[in-house]
């Protein structure tokens, strides 16, 4: 698995897979997990960790709640489709 991820821009994972396995997504550079409203995605899952480098991004729909993106991620997202 790890010599896949080495050949890719990006390894995107599902939000039950983050919390059935918490994985460091290593050594892909750009970690992506993908939820409905970011339920139990939560910042301390091994994927965000500061000291792998690279970026870790949450694809998430409008279903997550404004209070789940500032109190777990981020303040305003990155994109809006709306």
Known sequence: MLALREGVDAVIIGAANLRADDPDLMPSRLRVVVTR??????????????????????????????????????????????
């Open 37 to 82: 409203a970011g339920d139990h995605v939560t910042p301390t899952a091994r994927m965000f960790a500061k000291n792998l480098g690279g970026e870790a991004i949450v694809a998430h729909t409008s279903a997550m709640s404004g209070e789940t993106r500032v109190s777990n991620f981020i303040s305003e997202p990155a994109y809006s489709a709306t």
